[in-house]
């Protein structure tokens, strides 16, 4: 099979998106060829039998540049190349402008989208692929009539348990990702407020990312004022973002990690760290069947900051034996459920049309 990916960024030290380049070596193991078209590109990391063209976001491009990079990759591509199947991935405007020419020659599309926003290019894009994919039925905000759940596909072998890195001595409350409005720190921020008042122990909590873009920078500025307001200067610390190779070692640091953002987003962070075998609490209903006979425990009331509270102070209260106990459950739920290697073959059997 010869493959064609759309994809949103090529770039191995991305620190939201760099998971995408193991996404792509994964595949790579099950195809012949992929030709990757990617929107921006930065350090590119892929075997032989990748190739990556950019459209050049990276390098300032206009929209309209990019459209015509893009169609002039399109086309180079097929004339060069026999294409079985088009992956398109997080990026739907890629999959409206190359249906037209791929439906011509029966190149079936299918593409992934996760996140709760649904626009017109995305609605367009359903109508005009094959089939859709997602990690959950949560975190697809469209009809369901092509879509296809297949996990969020987290690589275990980059984020699993080691032994010689211990938690963190006091425990560390750690929470990774963007800092934007939709995550929801505020709630986390007042949670530990009041878990300081009622939890006489000490703790640390550690806010690992930075903002996307300008447009979150009051955002960021917001969360500073609050840690000042609440007193929390010293025991809350940001931290910036870091390449995706890093992270392991802060999952295994912390003593549970902490997502709020709600239902119907699918926070890879959060499967990461439950990879490397460590407890999540989250408010985001998608977790629970991952969670399984732990829910209770670790899912919590989106925007309680109380809630939040009272679940942190169950969990602190463990033994270090059986917080690693929840966690060597979690990371075989992340292993049946959501592992890498199971979405690149459930991918592989959809690009050739086999039914799931």
Avoid at 181 to 197: F, I
Wanted: with cysteine; aromatic share 10%; hydrophobic share 40%.
């Amino acid at each position: 099979m010869r493959l064609l990916l759309f994809n949103l960024a090529t770039d191995a030290d991305d620190p939201i998106l760099g998971f995408t380049t193991r996404w792509i070596q994964a595949l790579a193991k099950r195809v012949e060829f992929i030709h990757v078209i990617t929107m921006r590109a930065g350090r590119i990391d892929v075997p032989e039998n990748v190739r990556v063209y950019s459209v050049g976001k990276e390098k300032g491009y206009s929209e309209p540049r990019r459209a015509v990079e893009f169609y002039r990759h399109l086309f180079k591509v097929l004339r060069e190349d026999r294409i079985d199947a088009c992956f398109s991935h997080m990026i739907p405007i890629f999959t409206v402008l190359a249906a037209p020419v791929l439906k011509v020659k029966g190149i079936p599309i299918v593409t992934w989208y996760l996140h709760p926003s649904l626009t017109w290019t995305l609605k367009l894009a359903h109508h005009l692929s094959d089939r859709m994919v997602s990690a959950l039925l949560t975190t697809y905000p469209y009809h369901r009539d092509k879509l296809i759940a297949i996990g969020h596909g987290i690589d275990t072998d980059l984020f699993y348990p080691d032994e010689r890195t211990k938690p963190d001595r006091p425990p560390m409350i750690l929470c990774v990702g963007r800092l934007s409005p939709v995550k929801d720190h505020p709630t986390l921020l007042k949670a530990v407020a009041l878990l300081r008042q009622e939890w006489s122990h000490p703790f640390r909590v550690v806010i690992l990312g930075g903002p996307a873009g300008p447009q979150d920078e009051p955002y960021v500025r917001s969360l500073h004022r609050l840690v000042e307001d609440l007193d929390l200067q010293d025991i809350v610390t940001f931290h910036p973002p870091v390449p995706m190779t890093q992270l392991p070692d802060w999952y295994r640091r912390c003593t549970v990690h902490v997502n709020m953002t709600p239902t119907g987003f699918g926070d890879k962070v959060a499967w990461e760290a439950m990879a490397c075998g460590r407890p999540c609490i989250a408010a985001n209903k998608g977790f629970q069947e991952t969670f399984g006979v732990y829910a209770d425990l670790l899912l919590f009331r989106y925007q309680d900051p109380t809630d939040l509270a009272s679940k942190l102070q169950n969990l602190l209260k463990f033994r270090e034996s059986e917080i690693e106990q929840i966690g060597d459950y979690l990371r075989k739920q992340v292993i049946n459920m959501h592992s890498l290697e199971a979405l690149a073959g459930k991918l592989v059997a959809i690009f050739r049309g086999e039914v799931l």
